[in-house]
Nanobody, 115 residues
């Protein structure tokens, strides 16, 4: 089993920044991909950004140029730097880890963008 601990959510004004982090622990053998998804009220969960074990990244079009995902493979940690936040970024952000063939989720951290 793999456990995920997220941190960094909170309330921020439009245009502000937040940094999320997620650390994986437990039976870590070979993490293939770490990433972030989000779910806004009344909407489906959607991909935000992913970071693979070889360093490749992928972003949702809505966050490109504003969010940056990075990883520390030695510490099994993934970060999401969120800049120029907008009210529509308000959601619960979930950490996701794929250690093939298993798929793990964190409990989520709330990000609220409001003035």
């Amino acid at each position: 089993q793999v456990q995920l601990v997220e941190s960094g959510g909170g309330l921020v004004q439009p245009g502000g920044s937040l940094r999320l982090s997620c650390t994986a622990s437990g039976t870590i053998i070979n993490i293939n991909r770490m990433g972030w998804y989000r779910q806004a009220p009344g909407k489906q969960r959607e991909l935000v950004a992913t970071f693979t074990s070889v360093g490749s990244t992928n972003y949702a079009s809505s966050v490109k140029g504003r969010f940056t995902i990075s990883g520390d493979n030695d510490r099994n940690t993934v970060f999401l730097q969120m800049n120029s936040l907008k009210p529509e970024d308000t959601a619960v952000y979930y950490c996701n880890v794929i250690q093939w063939p298993m798929n793990y989720w964190g409990k989520g951290t709330l990000v609220t963008v409001s003035s």
